[in-house]
């Protein structure tokens, strides 16, 4: 059974930082790219991150570039958004996805929440 779980989330103080993770199963997680999601109540989806196939690129949002830092272990089928010096508008639902680089599958996780507030 193919599955993405992200975990990771929760109530974090402007200017924390949390680490979230995404753990796939059922696929070869190596053979996608990954890329991060967010969404908050009232807004459209974001793109927030996407990491290559090898972890060798990378690239951001701007609402995020330079405090968010995405990396993978291929090994553990596992993807983590390190977020650091974060706002109340990074508030929102996080989303994994990953796309098959050579086809067309593609997987969601079920996401995880972040709340930036004092």
């Known amino acids: 059974q193919v599955q993405l779980v992200e975990s990771g989330g929760g109530l974090v103080q402007p200017g924390g930082s949390l680490r979230l993770s995404c753990v796939g199963s059922?696929?070869?997680?190596?053979?996608?790219?990954m890329i991060w999601y967010r969404q908050a109540p009232g807004k459209e989806r974001e793109l927030v991150a996407r990491i290559s196939m090898t972890g060798s690129s990378a690239s951001y949002a701007d609402s995020v570039k330079g405090r968010f830092t995405i990396s993978r272990d291929n090994a553990k089928n596992t993807v983590y958004p390190q977020m650091d010096s974060l706002k109340p508008e990074d508030t929102a639902e996080y989303y994994c996805?990953?796309?098959?680089?050579?086809?067309?599958?593609?997987?969601w996780g079920q996401g995880t929440q972040v709340t930036v507030s004092s």
């Open positions: 996805n990953a796309n098959e680089v050579f086809g067309r599958r593609s997987y």
């Open positions: 059922g696929f070869t997680l190596s053979s996608y790219t």
